[in-house]
């Protein structure tokens, strides 16, 4: 949600049988999410989407907080960019 407000009309939700869940990142999964990357069942290539060079920490830190903006999904650092 990148800190924006969402509204939620619940009127026009009720009747579709929805569930709803929040919460921060939830580590569960994150074995198997390990083993379908070693397995290279999944790509995790695919959702990178800036680059940086270690020395230029600010400026990714920068366009990941803006994620909304910079469309930024996953932003890698490096030693060479």
Do not use: C
Request: charged share 20%.
């Amino acid at each position: 949600m990148h800190g924006e407000p969402a509204t939620l009309h619940l009127e026009e939700q009720w009747i579709r049988n929805i569930t709803i869940t929040t919460g921060l990142v939830d580590a569960y999964s994150t074995a198997t999410l390990l083993r379908l990357l070693t397995s290279r069942q999944v790509d995790a290539g695919r959702f990178i989407t800036h680059r940086f060079a270690l020395d230029e920490f600010n400026q990714a830190y920068d366009v990941f907080g803006r994620a909304a903006e910079t469309g930024a999904l996953k932003v890698v650092l490096s030693r060479t960019s």
